[in-house]
């Protein structure tokens, strides 16, 4: 990823000025890619919501007009329902990041399609994102992240999530859609966390969500944080450099 943010720059260089989306695409990856910060519980809910704005500029500066979810999110694990669905990336504000000062969807207001915002705290959901679908009558998608992440030292990380805990966040969100009046809403959520995924015997992590029909469901967890982030990111976003969780390691913890 650091090298298409050098060429970038490289490119824009001949003529020492980067255009407006460029200076956008610049300052996410340097936010991102900021190995020197700490990535703990505080701060994990920006960096997502960074990584996230991040990964579509980055398709819209390779002049991909469209992607699924499946696309979008290659490396976790991505339901049925939410993998088909096909989002334009050619809108203008694809690439910025706000923070709500109220929650949503309780505070009615409408949000910015293509930014990606930080909810207000207290709130259903972590991160919110309206997308454009492609060539349907009923054309906005909402992508709402749920993120969890734990701060015990690394030696100590036997905390595990499961399918029932991403159902859970799933009806979080039903919920407030609904007492919102926004049920009609077509939404996927995008549950993360830096936590182990333990599976009932004799499943993996796939057929066990599988089994759960979570089908409008994109789940990234600590097994398959490297597929979705890369090595070094996923160093940042599995905590190991968080001053609460001491030197850690590279190794993966395996549930009790």
Known sequence: MSLIIQEVIAQSSLTLVLSSF?????????????FERNVGWQA???????????RMALARY???KSMT??????????????????VLLDTESIGAVDKLSTRYPQNK?????????????GAAFDLVTALTLEGETDNTLLILHECKHTRKPVGENKMVVN??????????????????GEEK?????????NRLFKSAKGYTMASELERANL?????IVRENCIEYFGPSLARRFMGYSDPWEGEGGNEYLEPE
């Not at 990856?29 to 900021?34: E, I, R």
């Not at 994990?44 to 991040?54: H, I, M, Q, T």
């Not at 809403?185 to 966390?193: G, Q």
């Not at 089908?215 to 789940?219: A, D, G, L």
């Open 69 to 86: 979810i499946r696309e979008l999110h290659k490396g976790a694990w991505v339901g049925e329902n939410a993998g088909l669905a096909r």
């Open 185 to 193: 809403r077509r939404y996927a959520l995008i549950f993360i966390t």
């Open 163 to 180: 399918a029932l805990d991403v159902e859970a966040a799933l009806e979080k969100a039903e919920h407030a859609l609904h007492e919102s």
């Open 62 to 64: 390779h002049e991909f």
């Open 22 to 34: 460029e200076r956008q695409l610049c300052g996410l990856a340097l936010q991102v890619l900021d």
């Open 44 to 54: 994990f809910e920006e960096f997502n919501r960074d990584y996230f704005a991040l």
């Open 109 to 121: 207001q409408d949000v910015d399609v293509g930014v990606v915002y930080r909810n207000a705290d």
């Open 215 to 219: 089908t409008n469901s994109v789940v």
